[in-house]
Nanobody, 117 residues
Framework: QVRLVESGGGLVQPGGSLRLSCAAS????????ATWYRQAPGKERELVAT????????NYADSVKGRFTISRDNTKNTVYLQMNSLKPEDTAVYYC??????????WGQGTQVTVSS
């Protein structure tokens, strides 16, 4: 059974940090690129960061560049999102997605991140 399970969300003050994890199972995770998306209330889901299957290339939305870092450990079938210098506008549900050409995409269930004082 294919599963992507996010964890690490929570409530943090502005300027704080969180590390999200997304654990994959049921498919060959190392053959898939991985992405993090987020969706704030009343807004469309937006792409936050992407990492290639071997982890050699990363890309970020302009809104998080320099503050967020995506990484992965294929020995643990896990992708991470380190989030620093968090702002209230980073508040959203964060989702991970695994993608591979000519294969279905796999989504996690999401984890809530709230940045508030």
């Amino acid at each position: 059974q294919v599963r992507l399970v996010e964890s690490g969300g929570g409530l943090v003050q502005p300027g704080g940090s969180l590390r999200l994890s997304c654990a994959a199972s049921g498919f060959t995770f190392s053959s898939y690129a991985a992405t993090w998306y987020r969706q704030a209330p009343g807004k469309e889901r937006e792409l936050v960061a992407t990492i290639t299957s071997a982890g050699g290339t990363t890309n970020y939305a302009d809104s998080v560049k320099g503050r967020f870092t995506i990484s992965r450990d294929n020995t643990k079938n896990t992708v991470y999102l380190q989030m620093n210098s968090l702002k209230p506008e980073d508040t959203a549900v964060y989702y991970c997605k695994a993608i591979r050409p000519l294969r279905p995409d796999y989504w996690g269930q999401g984890t809530q991140v709230t940045v508030s004082s």
